[in-house]
């Protein structure tokens, strides 16, 4: 069984910054791609950033130069800094890890059931 769990969500104003964590846990062998999705009331679900195990990230237009993507290996841990908010970011933010269970297996993608970051203007 494997677990993703978000933290690090809130209230924040505009131009303020907010630091979200997330932990994969269970049975891990080793974990590929981690990233970042948000989802605002009434729009798809978007990517805001990933990051490769050799820790190459990737970010979305809209968040580059605002929003920083790391990753712990040893910890199986992601994170995302996010400054300089815009009550724009506010969204449901969803940590994703493409996870092998097991030597030889497939990678599989798992999600966090989300934290809420809102941004007041």
């Known amino acids: 069984q494997v677990q993703l769990v978000e933290s690090g969500g809130g209230l924040v104003q505009a131009g303020g910054s907010l630091r979200l964590s997330c932990a994969a846990s269970?049975?891990?062998?080793?974990?590929?791609?981690m990233g970042w999705y948000r989802q605002a009331p009434g729009k798809q679900r978007e990517l805001v950033a990933s990051?490769?195990?050799?820790?190459?990230?990737n970010y979305a237009d809209s968040v580059k130069g605002r929003f920083t993507i790391s990753r712990d290996n040893a910890k199986n841990m992601v994170y995302l800094q996010m400054n300089s908010l815009k009550p724009e970011d506010t969204a449901v933010y969803y940590c994703?890890?493409?996870?092998?269970?097991?030597?030889?297996?497939?990678?599989?993608?798992?999600w966090g059931k989300g934290t809420l970051v809102t941004v007041s203007s």
């Open positions: 269970g049975s891990i062998f080793s974990i590929n791609a």
């Open positions: 994703n890890a493409n996870i092998i269970v097991a030597r030889y297996s497939d990678g599989m993608n798992y």
């Open positions: 990051i490769r195990s050799g820790g190459l990230p």
